[in-house]
């Protein structure tokens, strides 16, 4: 069976993912993302109403016009989870595949949102929910499987898709981090993936997510982060000012750390911006293991007038976790940080950054600037209490351990981000141009 993979997003960049894999007659799409740094550089875009043509000319979607070259039909479309650099195009380019989405429960509810927003396509495709663990036919041959592997990351309910065909297995490795005591979920399942690696023909592909393929050891778990985000907080029990944090809206174990422990420490606290409300509301709705007694205020007008109520009842009652962690130039903490809400800092009130900066230089400007801003109100920044959502080279060495995969696709960074992971794999017997695939967007690797 001829087996081909399209490298079209998110293999010159962190962001913007799509990838296709091409089993005989039958196509999988991997991913559909945006990459939102695109977007930020401009002032009050609002992509709903924007033309996809328009967006791939500004490097914000994948540029998919490579699929022409497959032969075959798009037989479905699996986001590995709900992160916006996964999701964020399908209102723009799903409707051209006459293919439904597959992803698990909570990836599926976030796409249905992107949907019912999107302003300049319709979209009818079917959205089918998959669990981990649970394999479905491609196809009308019965040669090819997709199957759902859980694993761990800063979002809940991601999952690394594999399609399993007669040649052998395609892992398709994003995103990931190997943690064995998650807050909310099932740990990795590493028994599944060295079984995929021992079964019939092994693992032909292994497509891997490099974000920090630099970066030497090990990932922690997100307990690790949890405790340290507990130990900073508890820190601050006796403290009379204002207290403010951010992190990743879709990291719903982070909020839910967020929340309990501004509840030990005698604080109410509020959810506030847009995305807040949109992927915690969510998962209250889905029944997740998370607070269902929080206040979520999404709109600007509501969430002055909430501000407005923690300044008149006293800010040291209450701990806002809003939007921000990445200087965003419209989120809530950018905003703080100027003065343009009730909310007022004073001097040696605490900012608690639950997140790191993403690798990308629009982000990291913006970023320094907010905490710049902060500072000179007064206010004492907490920065990067956090751990990452990727592997470090230690796991790295452990899924090429567990797979074996005849060839390697790195994906998830740009060419000197690849770099770290092209010198772990030769260390392991690989050789870049034989069975290590450094590529581009845009490119066709042909395997079989």
Do not use: W
């Given at each position: 069976m001829d087996i081909e993979i399209a490298t079209i997003g998110g293999y010159e960049e962190v962001g913007r993912q799509m990838t296709a894999v091409r089993a005989g007659d039958d196509i999988v799409i991997f991913d559909m993302g945006l990459n939102l740094s695109k977007v930020l550089i401009h002032d009050n875009i609002q992509t709903e109403?924007?033309?996809s043509l328009d967006l791939i000319d500004m490097g914000a979607i994948p540029d998919d016009r490579v699929m022409s070259d497959l032969e075959g039909d798009v037989k479905a479309i699996v986001p590995t989870h709900g992160h916006l650099d996964h999701i964020g195009a399908i209102s723009k380019l799903g409707h051209r595949y006459d293919a439904p989405v597959v992803a698990t429960?909570?990836?599926?509810?976030?796409?249905?949102?992107?949907v019912d927003d999107e302003q300049k396509f319709g979209f009818d495709n079917e959205i089918i929910r998959m669990e981990a663990g649970e394999t479905m036919s491609i196809g009308d041959s019965g040669q090819v499987e997709l199957e759902f592997v859980n694993v761990t990351h800063s979002i809940i309910q991601a999952i690394n898709p594999v399609l399993h065909t007669p040649e052998g297995a395609v892992v398709y490795g994003l995103d990931k981090r190997m943690d064995h005591t998650p807050v909310i979920g099932d740990p990795i399942d590493m028994k599944r993936f060295r079984e995929i690696g021992r079964e019939g023909n092994g693992v032909l592909c292994y497509i891997e997510d490099c974000t920090n393929a630099n970066k030497k050891g090990r990932t922690p778990s997100e307990n690790v982060a949890r405790e340290h985000l507990r130990d900073t907080l508890y820190s601050m029990e006796d403290y009379d000012g204002g207290i403010v944090a951010t992190t990743f809206a879709s990291h719903i174990a982070r909020v839910k750390s967020l929340i309990e422990f501004a509840r030990d420490i005698g604080r109410e606290p509020i959810l506030l911006g847009r995305s807040m409300e949109k992927y915690s509301g969510t998962a209250k709705?889905?029944?997740?293991?998370?607070?269902?007694?929080?206040?979520?205020?999404?709109?600007?007008?509501?969430?002055?007038?909430?501000?407005?109520?923690?300044?008149?009842?006293?800010?040291?009652?209450?701990?806002?976790?809003?939007?921000?962690?990445?200087?965003?130039p419209r989120a809530l903490l950018t905003r703080m940080a100027r003065g343009e809400t009730p909310y007022q800092l004073d001097n040696g009130d605490k900012v608690i950054f639950s997140a790191r900066v993403i690798p990308e230089p629009t982000n990291e400007g913006q970023r320094y600037q907010s905490e710049k801003l902060?500072?000179?109100?007064?206010a004492r920044v907490y920065s990067d209490?956090?751990?990452?959502?990727?592997?470090?080279?230690?796991?790295?060495?452990?899924?090429?351990?567990a797979l074996q995969p005849q060839h390697i696709i790195p994906a998830h960074q740009d060419l000197s981000g690849f770099s770290g992971y092209v010198d772990l794999a030769s260390n392991q017997g690989y050789t870049l141009g034989r069975d290590i695939h450094v590529t581009t967007n845009g490119n066709i690797i042909e395997l079989v």
């Amino acid at each position: 069976m001829d087996i081909e993979i399209a490298t079209i997003g998110g293999y010159e960049e962190v962001g913007r993912q799509m990838t296709a894999v091409r089993a005989g007659d039958d196509i999988v799409i991997f991913d559909m993302g945006l990459n939102l740094s695109k977007v930020l550089i401009h002032d009050n875009i609002q992509t709903e109403g924007m033309h996809s043509l328009d967006l791939i000319d500004m490097g914000a979607i994948p540029d998919d016009r490579v699929m022409s070259d497959l032969e075959g039909d798009v037989k479905a479309i699996v986001p590995t989870h709900g992160h916006l650099d996964h999701i964020g195009a399908i209102s723009k380019l799903g409707h051209r595949y006459d293919a439904p989405v597959v992803a698990t429960p909570f990836t599926c509810e976030l796409v249905e949102e992107e949907v019912d927003d999107e302003q300049k396509f319709g979209f009818d495709n079917e959205i089918i929910r998959m669990e981990a663990g649970e394999t479905m036919s491609i196809g009308d041959s019965g040669q090819v499987e997709l199957e759902f592997v859980n694993v761990t990351h800063s979002i809940i309910q991601a999952i690394n898709p594999v399609l399993h065909t007669p040649e052998g297995a395609v892992v398709y490795g994003l995103d990931k981090r190997m943690d064995h005591t998650p807050v909310i979920g099932d740990p990795i399942d590493m028994k599944r993936f060295r079984e995929i690696g021992r079964e019939g023909n092994g693992v032909l592909c292994y497509i891997e997510d490099c974000t920090n393929a630099n970066k030497k050891g090990r990932t922690p778990s997100e307990n690790v982060a949890r405790e340290h985000l507990r130990d900073t907080l508890y820190s601050m029990e006796d403290y009379d000012g204002g207290i403010v944090a951010t992190t990743f809206a879709s990291h719903i174990a982070r909020v839910k750390s967020l929340i309990e422990f501004a509840r030990d420490i005698g604080r109410e606290p509020i959810l506030l911006g847009r995305s807040m409300e949109k992927y915690s509301g969510t998962a209250k709705r889905m029944g997740v293991d998370f607070p269902s007694d929080v206040d979520m205020v999404g709109y600007r007008r509501s969430i002055d007038q909430t501000l407005e109520r923690i300044m008149n009842d006293g800010k040291e009652n209450f701990l806002p976790v809003v939007t921000g962690h990445q200087g965003e130039p419209r989120a809530l903490l950018t905003r703080m940080a100027r003065g343009e809400t009730p909310y007022q800092l004073d001097n040696g009130d605490k900012v608690i950054f639950s997140a790191r900066v993403i690798p990308e230089p629009t982000n990291e400007g913006q970023r320094y600037q907010s905490e710049k801003l902060l500072g000179m109100q007064g206010a004492r920044v907490y920065s990067d209490i956090h751990v990452s959502g990727h592997l470090c080279q230690e796991g790295h060495y452990e899924m090429l351990d567990a797979l074996q995969p005849q060839h390697i696709i790195p994906a998830h960074q740009d060419l000197s981000g690849f770099s770290g992971y092209v010198d772990l794999a030769s260390n392991q017997g690989y050789t870049l141009g034989r069975d290590i695939h450094v590529t581009t967007n845009g490119n066709i690797i042909e395997l079989v």
